[in-house]
């Protein structure tokens, strides 16, 4: 049931359709500025191909309402779905979200497990592999000169580093990129096909291959361990607790999707945003490591690479004022409460040095903050780190191509030059 106290949607204002997403940044934070000035607004869900049409659901679009419900799941749920608004069936949803759709006591126990990868000792023993890494990518933009920025450059450190970790051969990580693409893709027809049976098809195959990979490399490391985290997976037995061969391959999808897509769109995104402000990048530039930390937060903040998630009440709730009811389906959307102006003094203003900066673009505060954000911190600044010291002049040398997608704020293609 829905709340009757939350006003309908304005008619010029469609978050189920492609044309929203695909507008202007600008016209979309037009539109959430709007939303912010009233309650939290309910939106008409529409067939999503073989999907039929759900009961509809309401856009969180204030700082306040997206943390708030982030910090509070037994109300706020991702069971049964936090990357789809229709309702996916369940194995669907675990195949290509893992623990992303997942609540507690399931959540709380994939993540205890799987964070062993990503502990500070972990991570402090990448710091050299992805410093080589954004070293190589240089050393191949230097001799290719100029080119599509995302494929030579902000693509491959994050599926480098992942490959890494996980100890994917290189051998198959061009089958790797191809498929974390597909999954990605949202609505892209240049990924997905024209129709919906060709990309349900798509997507299957493509988690169906990421799943296989790591079912062979799982099974070959419980025989032959090495220093990687499938390694580490593969035979992690914690407290009795140890991952299904179906876990590990879900999680592997997770993670070549997810920890490519922030490194990917936030080294994309830096490139635009330093091209259009110029100011910023001479301020940056002026002094790398003093303004770097706050420098790639306001690039996170401000480019937002995920768009929203879903969450589903499961009880009658009241928050900020605003009234649900259990079965209602909210989505936080970052994009939006990253732009909020009663958190962010002049939002829409693209500042290196802002601070506070208590920036969604990692998720919100919660058990479902992003588990890889310290890393793709660090792989966003070794690249421009890297890029600063060997091609500072390295510039947007057109608009980019935007990927059609709601979900991921993604950039497919971006010419550079330097």
Request: charged share 25%.
């Amino acid at each position: 049931m829905l709340s009757t106290t939350h006003p309908a949607e304005p008619a010029d204002i469609d978050l189920s359709s492609m044309r929203f997403w695909s507008a202007p940044q600008h016209e979309r934070n037009a539109a959430f500025a709007r939303l912010r000035e009233r309650p939290p607004v309910f939106f008409a869900e529409p067939d999503a191909g073989p999907v039929p049409a759900g009961p509809g659901y309401y856009a969180l679009v204030r700082h306040a309402d997206v943390t708030e419900a982030s910090r509070n799941p037994e109300v706020f749920a991702s069971e049964p779905s936090a990357i789809s608004i229709p309702d996916m069936p369940a194995e669907f949803a675990e195949y290509f979200g893992s623990m992303i759709n997942m609540d507690d006591p399931r959540h709380a126990r994939l993540r205890r497990i799987v964070s062993r990868g990503f502990t500070p000792r972990m991570l402090a023993r990448l710091e050299d592999d992805v410093r080589r890494q954004a070293e190589l990518i240089v050393d191949d933009l230097l001799e290719k000169g100029p080119c599509d920025f995302v494929s030579e450059v902000a693509a491959r450190l994050p599926l480098a580093i992942i490959c890494d970790m996980m100890g994917i051969p290189e051998s198959r990580r061009s089958m790797v990129f191809e498929n974390s693409n597909v999954v990605l893709a949202g609505n892209d027809p240049d990924y997905l096909g024209d129709d919906a049976e060709t990309a349900m098809a798509r997507l299957l195959d493509a988690g169906a291959e990421l799943s296989g990979l790591l079912g062979e490399l799982a099974e070959l490391r419980r025989r032959e361990p090495a220093e990687d985290l499938t390694t580490a997976l593969a035979n992690a037995n914690i407290d009795g607790e140890s991952l299904t061969d179906q876990e590990l391959g879900s999680f592997f999808i997770l993670l070549a999707v997810a920890g490519n897509e922030t490194t990917r769109n936030g080294i994309s995104h830096a490139l635009t945003l330093l091209t259009e402000h110029p100011d910023q990048r001479a301020l940056w530039w002026s002094d790398f490591e003093a303004h770097a930390p706050a420098a790639v937060e306001e690039v996170v903040r401000y480019a937002s690479p995920v768009n929203w998630m879903r969450r589903t009440v499961t009880r009658d709730h009241e928050m900020n004022g605003a009234r649900y009811r259990a079965g209602d389906k909210v989505l936080l959307i970052y994009s939006a409460a990253n732009r909020d102006p009663e958190v962010f003094t002049d939002p829409d203003r693209f500042d290196i040095t802002r601070s506070p900066n208590p920036h969604v673009g990692f998720g919100g505060p919660g058990p479902h903050f992003c588990l890889g954000a310290h890393l793709a911190r660090r792989e966003i600044t070794a690249m421009w780190r890297e890029l600063h010291r060997r091609v500072p002049s390295v510039h947007a040398a057109g608009p980019p191509e935007r990927l059609l997608s709601s979900f991921v704020n993604g950039i497919k293609e971006l010419p550079c030059a330097f």
